[in-house]
Structures are given as C-alpha cells and as structure tokens.
C-alpha cells in the first residue's frame, strides 16, 4: 500500500523533535480493527492522538481516517511511515504521514477578477490559511504589482487557441519548479486541458457561482436576477475533464430579495466566492478532505487550525 507522502517534496522530514504534531490519513477498504491498529500503533511509538474523525461508507465499502497526534518521545516520519507499512499492507491502506507545521506550497492561477486572489493573500499572510504561495500565473497582467508586493513571483503566460499546449507546459514548469503540491483557479478564466487535469488529479481546486447548470455562459447574475433568484451562492471542487462537474469540496449561499439589483448579486457573489475558496482551500491543505469516487469525504477542522498568526 502506498504513503503518499514520502513523494512530496513539501513534506520532507524535519529532525524528529519532541512532540512535533503530524497527522495520518488513511483510506481502505471496511473490516474490523482498523481503529484499533492504527490506536495501538501510534501508542507503541509514544503518539498521543489530539484529533480524530472516521467516516465508514457503506455505499462504497471504504473507509476514511485523519488522525492528529503528538509525537511526544520524537518518533520522525520517516520512522513512522516504515514502520506502519506492515499494519497498512495487511489492512489494504492507503496512508500517508504528513507535517503539520509544513505549509503546503501552491500556485495560484488568476484572469481579471482579483477578489478571490486579494482574499487569499491577506488570509496567507496574517497566517490564516496553512498555505505558502510560491506563484502566481495570469493570462492578463492586471495583477503584477499586487503580487510582487507580496513578495510572490508573477507569472504572465498569456494562453490562446493557437498556443494553449506550450502556455500549459509552461504553467506545469512553474508549478513543478516551484515543488507546488496545489493549483487554485482563484477565477482563472481558461479551461484546462484533459491532460492537465488529470496530470494533476486531485490537485486543482476551483471555485464559481452555484448557478450552473441553470445559468450559463456570459453574465449569470444578470440570468439569475431576471428570474427572481432568491439565494446565490458558489461552489469550490476539484477540477476535472468534465467542466465544473468535479468533486465538490465547499459550498455556501446567501440570500437575496426583489430588492436587490442585478449589480448588488454580483458584488454578493463575489463575497462568497471568496469565502467558499479560502475554506475549500484550507480543507485540502489540512489534509481533510478525501476523494470518495465522483464525491468526497470533508472532515471537520482539528482545533486551533483556524486560529491565525498575526491580525492586519
């Protein structure tokens, strides 16, 4: 069975240190005692679990685990990992060990509309979102100098029918250059590749108006006041070959009533979009949300993960 994580070049072993808090994620298929091996495992090499959450899918026959513990006599990762392979190989696990005070490096993609981009990098930088930005690439240059302002290279790959193959491979050697383990599509207004996606499985999270598959196209807010919509609202998921149809992660709404124009539900939007994002977001970078088929599993967050560094 595979850990995941000893791939991951942002999640390299630090010296083990006592009580460094790590967390485990597991998937496998149902049987008894999972619990229990991965509870006695973790004791038997000094671990005290802070966290749990389980999720048994009998649809589906999986089981899901995320574990948050301290390792209080200074069992490392690399310990960890090869001493639990035996456990995992029995069980069918998938499992990975990860860092908790790793930041999970990512890159965002932007077009034209920076509310989502402006919203993460204020809650990246006051320590909001366990992230570290390592690029940003836009097809416009609207944002260049907000960007190098915080200190964040910027990338402008402008991408047309013409030259769509070499602008993605030139997105994908930012991001593999960069070690960057996520993509956010913060309203990057292009379509992916069927290659790029699923090169990067899993690994691509975006964000849009809950309207679809009511609204398409040019001007959705405009469609949805025109017909008397009362709640908008937007959705985050990984992305996928089939457009805006991947793994949901996060969704939220807000109301609205005759009394707002068409102009007050985009600036509504706007503000959800941006939150919808930052919480799908900081799911996927603590390692809490699990692909269950065309689904997924979301565990709730651990406490204090989303306690911030800094106000301002």
Do not use: W
């Not at 509309?113 to 990098?121: K, T, Y």
């Not at 809950?210 to 990984?238: D, M």
Request: charged content about 20%; glycine content about 6%; aromatic content about 8%.
């Amino acid at each position: 069975m595979t850990d995941a994580s000893s791939l991951s070049r942002a999640d390299a072993d630090r010296p083990a240190t006592a009580a460094a808090r790590y967390c485990l994620t597991v998937t496998c298929p149902t049987t008894r005692g999972i619990v229990a091996a991965i509870a006695v495992f973790l004791a038997e090499h000094g671990c005290n679990i802070t966290d749990s959450a389980q999720y048994d899918d009998a649809a589906t026959g999986r089981f899901f685990m995320r574990v948050s513990f301290a390792a209080e006599t200074g069992a490392g990762l690399a310990e960890l990992r090869r001493d639990f392979a035996e456990i995992a190989a029995g069980l069918e696990m998938d499992f990975a060990f990860h860092d908790e005070a790793v930041k999970m490096k990512a890159v965002i993609m932007v077009s034209r509309f920076g509310h989502c981009l402006n919203d993460l990098l204020y809650r990246v930088r006051i320590g909001a979102l366990p992230v570290e930005v390592v690029a940003v690439i836009s097809n416009h240059m609207d944002y260049q100098k907000v960007v190098v302002n915080h200190d964040i290279p910027f990338h402008c790959i402008p991408v047309t029918k013409e030259n769509k193959p070499e602008a993605e491979a030139r997105i994908m050697k930012v991001v593999e250059d960069a070690g960057a383990e996520l993509i956010v599509l913060a309203r990057y207004m292009q379509i992916l590749s069927d290659r790029m996606c699923q090169q990067m499985s899993g690994r691509i999270i975006n964000i849009h108006h809950s309207f679809l598959p009511s609204f398409k196209g040019a001007n959705p807010y405009r469609q949805a006041f025109e017909r008397g919509v009362k709640l908008i609202g937007a959705t985050s998921h990984y992305v996928t070959a089939d457009l805006d149809e991947g793994p949901i992660i996060e969704q939220d709404t807000v109301r609205v009533t005759h009394a707002q124009s068409a102009a007050d539900y985009v600036s509504l939007g706007r503000d959800v979009e941006a939150q919808v994002l930052a919480r799908a977001i900081h799911a996927h970078a603590n390692r809490r949300v699990f692909l269950n088929g065309s689904s997924t599993v979301v565990f709730p967050a651990s406490p204090g993960s989303f306690s911030s560094e800094r106000m301002g």
